[in-house]
């Protein structure tokens, strides 16, 4: 059932892009993906495994729910040990889960303002109050508003060693942005977590 519901995704987003005139070649790349395959068994140690050697992957990680999947599961086997090795290498070292918001745009406005927003990421990395962050993951993703405007935002998984000031990073990224925007401090968000003991991987892959 899960597998037809991203097939189904994948068309519908297929006939869009067709609607769109987007390139007829990724058009039919996207409805053409995991359609057909040959079907095996991998023996390993807990057992039989099933697999499919598809004849057709599309690629398109932004636009295909399997290859989303795939592409999560590739940086969580790249990112989660190295963050883990890096957290137990010395003793007080956390690591953070952080949300960062801007208010939404019109529009027309999306490319432009996700290039100020990770210029603007780099600015406050920079910052004193941000001095104890020794690395950074960083996702953006924009997902569309019932009122027809993109909702920017920045997932990080951060590497501290040291006081974090939680207070003070929020003010930072307030004060470092708002002059971008006509309107209240109501349109930002920062969200804090300590995921120093928590999931790690479900982290990741958030």
Same mark, same amino acid.
């Given at each position: 059932?899960? /597998?037809?519901?991203?097939?189904?995704?994948?068309?519908?987003?297929?006939?869009?892009?067709?609607?769109?005139?987007?390139?007829?070649?990724?058009?039919?790349?996207?409805?053409?993906?995991?359609?057909?395959?040959?079907?095996?068994?991998?023996?390993?140690?807990?057992?039989?495994?099933?697999?499919?050697?598809?004849?057709?992957?599309?690629?398109?990680?932004?636009?295909?729910?399997?290859?989303?999947?795939?592409?999560?599961?590739?940086?969580?086997?790249? /990112?989660?040990?190295?963050?883990?090795?890096?957290?137990?290498?010395?003793?007080?070292?956390?690591?953070? /889960?952080?949300?960062?918001?801007?208010?939404?745009?019109?529009?027309?406005?999306?490319?432009?303002?996700?290039?100020?927003?990770?210029?603007?990421?780099?600015?406050?990395?920079?910052?004193?109050?941000?001095?104890?962050?020794? #690395?950074?993951?960083?996702?953006?993703?924009?997902?569309? #508003?019932?009122?027809?405007?993109?909702?920017?935002?920045?997932?990080?998984?951060?590497?501290?060693?040291?006081?974090?000031?939680?207070?003070?990073?929020?003010?930072?990224?307030?004060?470092?942005?708002?002059?971008?925007?006509?309107?209240?401090?109501? #349109?930002?968000?920062? /969200?804090?977590?300590?995921?120093?003991?928590?999931?790690?991987?479900?982290?990741?892959?958030?």
């Amino acid at each position: 059932k899960r /597998y037809e519901d991203r097939r189904r995704i994948e068309a519908a987003i297929a006939d869009k892009l067709e609607r769109e005139n987007f390139d007829d070649e990724l058009v039919e790349s996207l409805r053409s993906c995991r359609k057909h395959g040959d079907l095996g068994a991998l023996q390993e140690e807990g057992g039989t495994r099933k697999i499919i050697m598809w004849h057709h992957k599309c690629g398109q990680n932004r636009f295909c729910p399997d290859e989303a999947r795939e592409e999560q599961m590739r940086l969580a086997e790249r /990112y989660v040990p190295a963050i883990e090795s890096w957290h137990k290498a010395r003793r007080g070292r956390q690591v953070q /889960y952080v949300v960062l918001t801007w208010p939404n745009v019109p529009a027309g406005e999306l490319a432009e303002m996700k290039r100020k927003m990770f210029k603007h990421l780099a600015r406050w990395l920079k910052l004193k109050c941000c001095r104890a962050v020794k #690395g950074c993951l960083a996702v953006q993703e924009d997902p569309l #508003g019932r009122d027809g405007r993109w909702n920017l935002h920045i997932n990080l998984i951060l590497l501290v060693e040291g006081f974090f000031d939680w207070s003070a990073a929020r003010a930072a990224w307030f004060q470092a942005t708002r002059h971008l925007f006509d309107q209240e401090l109501r #349109g930002f968000q920062v /969200y804090f977590r300590d995921i120093t003991r928590g999931n790690l991987a479900r982290a990741v892959l958030e």
